[in-house]
């Protein structure tokens, strides 16, 4: 399999439907596709275009391979390492579409990678269920995701009695004055002593 990466870019209007989405990406890939020998290389160097996420469309995967009469079998040789942060790749088996995510998990968890696969299935859903819906009123989250957001919405923090940093150390003062606070090489200082040396200086600066 030989692979041609092309740049892709695109502008919506705010209002633009979901199924004017569709049709123009139909018609940037198409356009890219017809002037792909323009080398991507020169396109990154020129632009100084570096995409984090890559999409890959893979058009006609073949399961069975006959020559002549004869059946070749296909391997994938090793495994689909990660070439970039994460690519997208929307292959077409059989009739049936699907897309696998290939990520750096030094970067990304698999949970996030989830995430962000389940987002992009709901997008899809929404735009099969409802084609002519503003592009902007799709969410990518499912019900349960808005129940979660929303219950974190609705859920009411109280107020914390010590918020600055001096008030929280002042408040371990009171607790652990005799409780060693900082230890250095030429000795160690607890809460209440460092408390001291610090008020001292502030009063230095103030005068």
Do not use: W
């Amino acid at each position: 399999m030989f692979v041609n990466t092309l740049p892709l870019g695109m502008e919506l209007e705010q209002e633009s439907t979901a199924l004017e989405l569709v049709k123009r990406s139909r018609e940037i890939l198409n356009g890219a596709i017809a002037h792909e020998q323009y080398p991507f290389s020169r396109i990154a160097s020129e632009f100084n275009y570096a995409p984090d996420i890559f999409y890959a469309y893979q058009i006609g995967v073949l399961e069975e391979l006959v020559i002549n009469g004869i059946k070749i079998d296909s391997d994938m040789i090793g495994e689909r390492l990660a070439k970039f942060k994460t690519a997208i790749y929307v292959e077409n088996t059989n009739g049936t579409e699907a897309i696998d995510i290939v990520y750096n998990d030094a970067q990304y968890s698999s949970g996030l990678i989830r995430t962000l696969a389940t987002c992009i299935r709901n997008v899809v859903y929404a735009i099969i269920e409802n084609p002519k819906q503003s592009v902007r009123k799709i969410s990518m989250l499912d019900s349960e995701m808005k129940a979660f957001t929303e219950n974190i919405s609705s859920t009411k923090l109280e107020d914390t009695k010590i918020k600055l940093f001096h008030e929280l150390f002042e408040h371990q003062v009171e607790l652990h004055p005799e409780h060693k606070a900082l230890v250095a090489i030429d000795g160690s200082y607890t809460y209440r002593e460092l408390d001291e040396r610090a008020n001292c200086v502030a009063n230095a600066l103030i005068e």
